[in-house]
């Protein structure tokens, strides 16, 4: 299988707890995007990477949000000290360069806060 | 702020029938993403348009993209049970994020 893939697929945690999701891209492709999505609604743009560079955060990064690309291939999206207000889908995709808007999706990791 | 508007919210079908989805912005996107998305996975990608005008099928899904590059539309004729799933449109400008529509909810039933 050579799309996108994301671990863990479900993660429940108590709040407080960190936590840390990992997004493997598409080998050739250099961009790498974070989106969340809550129940009933569409996904919404975190962050993404171009190589190992972060060139966007929304504001809903909070500062308790980390992603990183340290070597230009997997990525990883760290929650520190979780909320309830945490709970959703975290969604990666990843792009060609010269493709943006063509992006390819994952499984997804599913989280909930208690 | 850029909104992609999508109608109808909820559509519950019979097997063999015709339908459209439609997803409206008043802003410009260089290109346009469907997506179909299953409970508890990733969208999945079905087609990009980049061209205004532009017109691409897949199978018994038809989309379209408006001549100002601001609307598209889905149709699907003869839905099957399979069809079955929410249907996203993404816009992408040069802000290189993809922005969401609200999403459209199809059931078909056997």
């Known amino acids: 299988d050579t799309g996108v893939s994301q671990d863990p697929r479900h993660k429940i945690t108590k709040r407080g707890q960190n936590v840390t999701f990992r997004c493997d891209p598409i080998?050739?492709?250099?961009?790498l995007y974070w989106y969340r999505q809550t129940l009933g609604q569409g996904p919404e743009f975190l962050t993404y990477f171009q190589n190992e560079a972060q060139l966007e955060k929304s504001r809903l990064l909070s500062d308790r949000f980390s992603a990183e690309r340290p070597k230009g291939s997997f990525s990883t999206l760290e929650i520190q000290r979780t909320e309830q207000g945490d709970s959703a889908m975290y969604l990666c995709?990843?792009?060609?360069?010269?493709?943006?808007?063509?992006?390819?999706f994952g499984p997804g990791t599913r989280l909930l806060v208690l | 702020t850029q909104l992609l508007e999508q109608s109808p919210q909820f559509l519950s079908i019979q097997e063999g029938e015709n339908l459209t989805v439609y997803c409206n912005s008043s802003?410009?996107?260089?290109?346009l993403q469907w997506y179909r998305q299953e409970p508890g996975e990733g969208p999945v990608l079905l087609v990009t348009v980049v061209t205004g005008g532009e017109v691409k099928k897949l199978k018994r899904l038809t989309f379209q993209f408006g001549d100002a590059r601001k609307d598209s539309s889905l149709h699907i004729t003869a839905a099957q049970p399979g069809d079955t799933g929410l249907y996203l449109c993404a816009g992408h400008n040069n802000t290189d994020k993809l922005i969401f529509g609200t999403g459209t909810r199809l059931q078909v039933f056997p």
């Open positions: 802003s410009v996107f260089s290109s």
């Open positions: 995709a990843s792009s060609f360069l010269g493709r943006p808007g063509t992006q390819y």
């Open positions: 080998s050739e492709h250099n961009r």
